[in-house]
């Protein structure tokens, strides 16, 4: 499912992942004189996640708002302008001059998603 919200968009997906029985275990509920064991069942895991997209917009905007300077932004791994690379967003961003004190330790990291 694709969702659009404030100019962002979201993906959300299901991976659904099928495992056979192992063989040593049919081999083992084998015998001579049995007849043949029922099959065994198999496992299944669903696994579901929804991913973000936000906008270079959104994202500058949140950096600021943790008290972020962007650097620069870059639209791929190999320093692409924004919209010419490959669609990721790489951002270079310093944090503000803080002073710290023993009770307020500078933040190790500010989140990007959201």
């Known amino acids: 499912m694709t969702e659009f919200r404030n100019g962002g968009c ?28 029922a099959p065994l069942p198999r496992e299944e895991l669903l696994s579901s996640a929804t991913l973000r ?10 950096l600021h708002a943790a008290g972020f300077t962007v650097e620069q932004m870059y639209g791929g791994w190999r320093r692409e302008g924004v919209g010419a690379g490959d669609g990721e967003f790489i951002v ?11 009770e307020s330790p500078p933040p190790a990291f500010a989140p990007v998603g959201g």
Not at 53 to 62: A, G, K, L, N, V
């Open 10 to 37: 979201t993906v959300t997906f299901t991976h659904h992942y099928v495992f056979p029985a192992p063989e040593e275990q049919r081999q083992d509920q084998q015998s001579a004189s049995a007849p043949p064991p």
């Open 53 to 62: 997209f936000r906008t270079e917009t959104e994202i500058r905007d949140s």
């Open 92 to 102: 270079v961003a310093t944090a503000a001059a803080t002073t710290a004190t023993p």
